[in-house]
């Protein structure tokens, strides 16, 4: 017996499923690069035991809780802590029973598909989670994660990741990262220079937030002079613990170039308490060209991760704080918004530039085009709610005719819930056999490009687009 | 022989083909909940014969009259009356020929689905319109027209109809929904309330239908606290007969909850002639947050259509009024426009909105990120120029990932046509068939689970979005 | 062997399939329409020897140029002359490698198929480009292109061209139109009116260019009365060349209806060095409206390509001008923007308008609702980016059930490749007849309808759309 579906995404017409089989197993084996996501990287420093299932499935998985708190479920029965520190469910069965009573919300999206591949993949379980099965699903994964085998470590190893890339702030001070690469264990485990906290003037605590930045690096960050030197003091402390990368969640994807006069006269205005929204928008866009400008001298890859409209609910921020699953997308222009850095350094040597969306309108229209012409720009796999079969589909479908495969960068997992790599990268490896498939079943490609895409889209395209 | 393929709407593939087969033969066979639409009472009040074919199935449809006037016919030449009362085409078999003459511009579009559909299963015609047939399908339309089994009520029962509801403006005194109640035929017709009469500034006789609402409901609705006052008089009149739901048409889908001086300034403003394009717009705006509150006090569920640019050419709107083919949809904004309401009531317990779109690229960048955590969002099935197989099949690849089936609303006809109702809940089924035996076929949902959600997205998802 | 499968862009469903090549064996009899392109009339009036491989697939074609540039190949290297007048490669057969070296970057794209089809079928090559096979493939067309039955009246001849519109622009003298018109070749070549260079007062040049109209025209284009006369008088020289056409490329669709004496002042304005980006936008809006009334006059069919933002980045405009790769379109919009001139004109009979787009988003949403209304608007088919397999289907998915199928304004290449246009239109039939075979299947459309329809998509609606 088996949750899960051999063949599950596939198409149905039976040449081309065969043809997806045969690309797949080749795709199956390759180890897996995570250039891109946020787990966490104490686990693998200190590679202790998850606590229970409730806390490895359901009250970090921001995906899981939106989908519960949309039809009822308090979030503080999913044991999400309050800010005001008054009192949330602390029973993770109790937790986990909430949840499987839900299941059956999440037929026909990825969360179910990522649970179902971490339950038989990981854990062994081959009954569907459901009001019946929560209790002796829990056990059997509490069961596991009390052994040795279940650590993080262990998990790593087994999951094959030949290298795992977390995601830190400016304020961090990359420690578990130093025992990480102090320890005995070899899993390769980076690091990622995400400076928004010292780069959005409406980031919480930003001007606290400058200060500490300073004190950390050795740099007076008040000053626009030092505080670009603690920036590239920073960005070195991180390429030092393996970064090859840089990454910027922006509400839009605005860049700007502005004259040193004017730069220094905004960074000026931005210190000051009450930024207006224009002001705190021009300083993030100019902040993307100046990142751009140092990416030339060190070489890091930029991120862009635009459009996320969040924390939507205030009364939410207020009482749980950000990523509650209250980040919503909105329309986003790139083709305006990104010409100010590419007039300046677009033809740069050297420089890369991996674009992300929310708003897949721009694929075809905006995003396909300009990686088809810019030198410096790769389009990254589908990000977020659209990190799904149908998602991966329409990239493929929407920006390869422009833009080609070779200005793609691979995939990224992006994920907080660290028994999920497997699962999406799965999900990936399907879906381009899948897309491949169909190509050459109807004469857009020869059966061995397709064998040779298979191989760059899960494996090289990674490793090139992030210098790994 | 037949005018439709028993198989249509399913895909090619031979196993998907079975199983959306056997999901359809469950769903053919459950009673309709049309929760919302636009037919008239009259014909089940008074229960008259529908006069001809042209009157059935031309004159009042306005995607019929729409695409033959694309096409040089002009609207008098289809018995559309002029608002300056010139005559128009009054003999009905000419326009019907009109119509056979052009019936080859409706294929591939719903139109020709939704025709074929009746002129089979309700009249039993075998033969495809055409000039030749025309005359012919005309007089057996007419002979079934003139017999007692084909009057409005007798066609409601055999369409299989549970429940079946109508809009009716805040100027309507509801006396064919009185009527229907109060006689002896157990057919379930309810009402709907919409507003827009007397919540839109723009909306043609504003001034003069503020004050004819007042008397009608006995307020002065000339007054901020009286105009409140008059609607919840009027919305529990609705609830008398029936109504289960409010609807608002507005050009967005903006909403504001300004203070309640702004509120009352801006009231003045738009009871004077001449009201600006701004003010019109936010006292609508403010009038859905007002509504969302009536809500919570009176349980009605809303619905919010936004997005149509209506009477798109003037000179028309001049010489034929609204609702003649002239209304365009546009780029719609949902993540700001709905803040503001969603601030204020979008998490109070019991408020239930269902949201409604004329741009497509929402769904999966907006609407169900939206739907999938806000507990009182819902969304509608595809409207308007997008209820069709195509727009349907898209909304299911668009949304489901993100939001689920359940928060999703079940299916509305929304007809103006009643013939059309079986035919479009057919298409419906046809659809999430289909979408249903794909996801199972590329291991994306257990068979058990596709039959739950097949009985859930045709009848149950409704009856409960709309609390039926 | 051969480098094409027989049944490429064919579904994979063996009925659908079966179906598909026996709508595809019908279209491929029939002559090519080419109503819109951008070949030059010197080829047919000269009727010289193409002079090497790759002056006719690379250096001129810039989805190839944009693919290698983006993936780091100069410019200068393809041979693509800078304005400065330096140096650039001049050695055909070492622009020729870097094309076969970097062959593998259009898997999946257009390009491929095209450049493929043209191989194979103009020049009768069997094996794919690549590093190995350059040189081979370069000798091969070299010494069919010495031959004379690979001069361009023949190859005219041997596509089985019917008729090919070129596009000259209001300094043009049209005198190889004269040429070909007054030579004992019978082939069928046609001129386009395509007036921005004086219609678009951010045209570089824009002040010179309205001198040199006036004078080649024989009226005083500084003055509006005069604008206008030689605007008409040069329309007329046009249609004396074939021309059924007029072409306006501007960066949106925004059309205006201003009073004599607004667009006096506007004409003046422009006509000032410095204009402003309104002025000017508001001037091209005025002058689509202009061009409609002269279309009234004088029935030319106009054709408007909007949504291009040219020329993105500065410093690749300064060294290697216009239409190198660096146009990327932009969102939109048609509801709003063309009102103006609809209300002014759009009921007119006699009025032909077809619409393209580069922002997908207005298919379903915009372009199709219109078309599906307005008599005198017809859609064009994708365009562009969208000029390809994956394209032409979400056009007719996104298009069809609105507009139907005779709204819409069959094929067209638009290239300035000549030896792509058998290849595309090979394409465009290849997918309407999947497109077809997939409505039958489906039970959406009769098998009759469907043959009747691929030849009115492959054949009779472009000479119906653009009066030919």
Redesign the interface.
Known sequence: MSL??????????P??RDLSRALYAQARELPIISPHGHTQPVWFAQNEAFPNPAELFVTPDHYVC??L????VRLEDLGINRLDGSPVESDPRAIWRRFADHY???????SQ?WVDYSFEHVFGITT?LGPETADQIYDQIAECLAKPEFRPRALFDRFNIELLATTEGPLDTLEHHDTIQASDWDGRVITTYRPDAVVDPQARGFLDNLDRFGALVGEDATTWDGYLAAHRKHRAEFKKRGATATDHGHPSAQTADLSDAEVRALFDRVRQPGVSAEDAELFRAQMLTEMARMSLDDGLVMQIHPGS?RN?????FDAFGPDK??D????T?Y??AL?PL??AV??E?GLQIILFT????SY???L????????C?KLGPPWW??D????MMRFR??A????????TAGFNDDTRAFCSIPARHDVARRVDSAYLA??V??????EG?AFE?IHDLTYSLAKKAYRL
Chains 1, 2, 3 share one sequence.
């Open positions: 899960l579906d051999d063949d599950r995404l596939f198409p149905a017409d040449r081309t939106r989908m708190f949309s039809q009822g059956y919300l999440f037929r026909g999206t990825p598909m569907p409209r939507h609910h205030a009364g939410m699953g209250f919503i997308p909105g329309r222009d083709v305006s010409r590419l007039q677009g033809l040597p929310l708003d897949e309108t075809s229209r905006e396909a085009p300009l990686a088809g012409v810019y030198p720009l709610f659209f799904s079969a149908e998602g479908q929407l390869t005719e422009t833009a080609g495969f070779y200005n169909d190509l079943v109807t004469g857009r490609l020869r490009e895409l």
